[in-house]
Each structure stands twice: as structure tokens, then as C-alpha cells.
């Protein structure tokens, strides 16, 4: 007995122990005050504290053993007490080894001490820890954070702890979303071997479905992506669901997730390229052979992005890929890419694309459920140097190329109108230039007619004159006659000045023919012009229309390229016995230039890159 009372004078005072205590009671503060939230049972928590070797099915989901009649926002949460335990076993393990263990402290969890002394004092500093220990946590966290506190971190590292993002969560549960029925056609493919998502209704479907639907209603615009559900999946496997969508929401505005499920996946398209262009520098053969049998990115790496691994690894190597992406961002992602394709590349090389479509869909999880091969990827993963500034520029270079080529096509539509309309207002001028050319045609015959008819006429009063001027001559002889003659001759002479003046009109009516002429020939230079114009026009679009169709015989590639890996998978989903779930887009037919992505034996689709 003294010698108990000396030992425990003499060790340290746990002085950090309410404060870790206070971080870890915040986490289920609101789920404490429910009392709908059921308490895990110490079966439960047994299960739940058993070794991280054994199956992540048994360590992660033990909440999934809750009766399903649960209220609908229910959460699965620890109980304070089972946290006490660990951090009184945490903080005083001389005092555990000295006292013999109980019923109670058989719930401690079986990881060494060590690793959650240190992850214990790091939680309860972690703003001084992230400001001068970051090497250290960089490590700590490529190490893999302890499941028991995972959760925590992972809020920490996100900074959805510290913002407090749940707000509002409850009432956007409340409301409806447009996006419900197509999320709760996913929940059974999230996951489906998993224990906490695999029955109908379950718990864990039900958290799932909430989150999904409440940031569907938070962000409009993004709106519901399939993929979205296995990160959310992941998160509900280490904290209750409100805690998750806070979570989320962090992903989405600070890790460029957001950008990546828009309906647009432009963010998408440079990541695949900014992987691509990894891929070249640093495995330049792997990267011809993928150009030789055409298999591009976007034939086995758009999942990667999108699930982050997780239709892809075993469970808990997932875990450990979300800390790595927490702390690093989209750059861990690159790395544990490159490092599989590394791991991988002797088999990609001696198979033809079928082989290696077989190989990165099926055969890497069985691989890496090998703890071994587990720690030896994501150590060649951190060796791999990534030039952040080259990716960066790739990235940004690549994006002004698209935005280039979609200000080209903008261009193109609009020129390609702007053609139309003046083809349109050419063959209108020309209609009105041969309607005046007609007239002046018609105008030049009958100015020719009335010059002949005036000539005529001028003669035939000439004639006249010379008749009348005879019988004035021979009148006093002859008067009987010559008045009749004179009469005649008088009018003919009015019929002439009537002539005359008709000549006159004519003249007149010639020069308003001749200015309307001019005009013409004016509206016809003007006409001129603009027909070089439009051949300068003409000239430009059918260079832009070359370029476009260059561009078409790329996508008509691609699309082929596409279509081909769609019936290796078929073929190969056909071959493994597994069918298609009715609604989706396999099933369907579809083809509307959309990714389809294999995920856990289900097909999804998401827009071609």
C-alpha cells in the first residue's frame, strides 16, 4: 500500500486530462441531450475496441447492431464513460499496469498506449501543434491517425471543428430536396458489403440519405453527384451524421471537391490531366504503352477522384488515404495514383487494355488487403517528389486551353450567324440589283424607241412645214382646199406639240431613270464590299470550321475509345456474374457522352472529360 501511494506521488498530475475529456464530450454534446440517441451497449463497445487487425467491418461499424427502429435522425455515439476509460488508461498507464483490470477497463482499446498518449496530447493542442509541430504531424498522420479518435482529427484537419458548420442542419432536414429519389437509388450501392449500409432501411442508410439530401439543399448547384456518398460513408463511420455534413461542407469549399461534382466536372477533366502529365514524368514508359492501346485517365482513374480511393482499397487503407488527404489535400491523392500505377506497372505493361482494366478494377483491392503491401504503397507513395508549382501550372494551362477552345467554338456559332445573316441580306441586294438592272435595261429600250419615234416625228413635221408653206403659197388660187389643208396641217401641228411634250415627259422620266441608275450602282459597290467582307468571313470560319473538325475526330476517337472500354466492361461484368441494378445507366442504354464508372459492381456515370 505505501508503495502504491509512493508510485502515485511520484507520477506526473493528468493535467490535460478534462481538457481532452471536455474536446471528446463536445464531439456528442447535442446527441447527449437527445434522449432518442441510443448508448451503445459494452457489447458494443467491445466490439468496437477490438485490434485494428482485425476486419474493418467489426472495428468500425459496431453501431450498425442499434435496433432499425431508431427515430430517423438518430446518430450512433460513444458514451462518455467508455471515453473516460480510454483517457484515464491514456494518461495514467502505470496506474493501469499496477491495477488488475476489471470488467470496465477491459473495454481500453488494444493499440499500444504510446499512440494515443501522443495523438492525446496533440488534440489537446492543436493550434499550438499545427503552428510549430507540423513536421511532426505530417508524420503522426502518414502514420495513421488511431480509430478511436479519428473522428476528432479528422475535424480538426478539415476545420469543420472550429467553424462550426452543423447549423442550419436540422432545418434543411425539414425541407425537401429534388434530388431524394435519385440518393436513395445510390444508398444500396455505398458500401453494399459494408454492415452499416448494407440492409434496406438500416441506420446507417438512413444517416447516409439525410446528409446526402441536406447538402443537396445547402449547395443547389452542385446538387447530388454519385461518388459523393462513399466520402460521405466514410465519414459516418467516424462521427454521428451532423458532425459529418459539417465535414462535408469543408471538403467541398477547401479541398476542391466542389468543383469536382459540379454538374460541369471541370475540375475533373484537370485533375485526370494534371495525372496524366505525372504519369509521363514519372513513368514515361507506362505512359507510352497507355498511348499505344489508347487508355486514357479517364478510363480507370475518374473513380479515384470521385470515391477518393474508396471503390478501389480495402476499408481501412481508405482511412488512411482520407487522413493523408485532410492534412496534404488533392496532392496525397497523386501520390498514392502514381505509387499504384508504380506497384503496378510490370502487369500493366505485358497486358493489352482489357488486362488492364481487369487489373485496377479487380485485382488491386484482393492485392492490398495485404497489411505488407498496404505499408509498402504509401511508403513509395511519400518518396514521390510532386512539383506543386509545375502541377499548378499544368493545371492552369490546361484550363485556359479549354476556356480557349470554348471561346473558339462561341466564336465560331457566332461568325457562323453572323454568315447566315449576310448571306441572307446578299441574296436580298441581289434581288433588288437585278430588278434594277431590269429597269434600266427596259429603260434604255424604250429611251432608244422614243429617240426613234422623236426622229420620225421630226421628219414628218419637216414635211409638213414644207406643205404648208406651199399651199400659203398657192392659197389665193386654190381657197377652197387649201383651208381644209391648212386645217389639217394645224392638226397635225398640235398633235406634234403634243408629242413634244410627251417627248419632254419621256426625257424627264429618263433622267429620274438615270439617277435611280446611279443610285444602283452606288447600292452595288456597297454590295461589292461586303461581298469581301463576307469572303473574308467565309475565309476565317472555314479555318475555325477545320479546327472544329479536327476537334469532332477526337471526340468521335474518344467516344469510340469509350464505347470499346463500355463492352470490355460489359464483357467483364457479364464474365463475373454480376448484374446490371435496374435504372441504372448501364441498363438503360444510354449513351449520351458521360463516364460510366464501375464502383463496387455497380455502374455509375458522370460527364466525359
Known sequence: MDDQMAETEGSPKPMSEEELLAK???????????????????RQVSEESRPRSESVASSNSASSTAPLDVPRHAKVSVSTSVFSSLISAVLHPEATEKAPLSKKDSLAPAEPLDEYQVWGELLAGWEDTVKRKPKQLQRLVRGGIP??????????????????????????????????????????????????????DSLGQEALFNVMKAYSLHDREVGYCQGSPFIVGLL????????????????MQEYRLRELFKPSMSELSI??????????????????????????????????????????????????????????????????????????????????????????????????????????????????????????????????QREKETEESVENRRLRNENQILTHRISVLETETQNLASRLIEGQVTRAEEAEEVFS??????????????????????????????????????????????????????????????????????????????????RKEAELSAQVGAM??????????????????????????????????????????????????????????
Open 24 to 42: 471528446l464530450e463536445e464531439q456528442n454534446r447535442l446527441l447527449r441531450e437527445d434522449k432518442r440517441v441510443p448508448i451503445l451497449s459494452p
Open 147 to 200: 480509430t478511436k479518435v479519428r473522428g476528432l482529427a479528422w475535424q480538426l484537419l478539415s476545420g469543420a471543428k472550429k467553424l462550426n458548420l452543423t447549423c442550419g442542419y436540422v432545418e434543411l432536414l425539414e425541407k425537401d430536396s429534388p434530388c431524394e429519389k435519385q440518393i436513395r437509388r445510390d444508398l444500396a450501392r455505398t458500401f453494399p458489403d459494408h454492415d452499416f449500409f448494407k440492409e434496406k
Open 236 to 251: 459516418l463511420m467516424q462521427m454521428p451524421e451532423e458532425d459529418a455534413f459539417g465535414v462535408l461542407v469543408q471538403l
Open 271 to 400: 485533375c485526370l490531366h494534371q495525372l496524366d502529365s505525372l504519369v509521363q514524368e514519372h513513368l514515361l514508359e507506362l505512359y507510352g504503352h497507355f498511348q499505344a492501346q489508347g487508355f486514357h485517365c479517364t478510363m480507370y482513374a475518374s473513380s479515384w477522384f470521385l470515391t477518393l480511393f474508396a471503390s478501389t482499397f480495402p476499408l481501412e487503407m481508405v482511412f488512411r488515404i482520407m487522413d493523408c488527404f485532410l492534412h496534404e489535400g488533392m496532392e496525397a491523392i497523386f501520390r498514392i495514383s502514381i505509387a499504384l500505377l508504380q506497384g503496378s506497372c510490370d502487369t500493366l505493361l505485358s497486358a493489352d487494355m482489357e488486362g488492364m482494366i481487369k487489373h485496377l478494377q479487380y485485382n488491386v483491392k484482393s492485392r492490398y488487403e495485404d497489411e505488407a503491401e498496404c505499408e509498402a504503397l504509401f511508403a513509395q507513395a511519400f518518396e514521390i517528389k510532386i512539383n506543386s508549382k509545375r502541377l499548378k501550372k499544368v493545371g492552369r494551362d490546361f484550363q485556359l
Open 457 to 538: 416625228l421630226r421628219r414628218e413635221m419637216a414635211s409638213l412645214r414644207k406643205q404648208l408653206a406651199s399651199l400659203d403659197d398657192s392659197r389665193p388660187t386654190t381657197p377652197t382646199s387649201s383651208d381644209a389643208d391648212l386645217e389639217r396641217l394645224r392638226n397635225r401641228v398640235t398633235q406634234l406639240q403634243s408629242d413634244s411634250d410627251e417627248l419632254t415627259q419621256l426625257r424627264r422620266r429618263e433622267a429620274e431613270m438615270a439617277t435611280a441608275l446611279a443610285s444602283s450602282q452606288a447600292r452595288i459597290a456597297e454590295l461589292a464590299t461586303q461581298a469581301v467582307e463576307l469572303c473574308q468571313l467565309q
Open 552 to 609: 469532332n475526330d477526337d471526340i468521335s476517337l474518344l467516344r469510340q475509345q469509350l464505347s470499346e472500354k463500355n463492352r470490355l466492361l460489359a464483357s467483364l461484368t457479364a464474365g463475373n456474374g454480376v448484374t446490371e441494378p435496374p435504372g441504372s445507366p448501364a441498363s438503360n442504354g444510354r449513351s449520351d457522352g458521360r463516364v460510366k464508372l464501375q464502383i463496387n459492381g455497380a455502374v455509375e456515370e458522370h460527364d466525359e472529360c
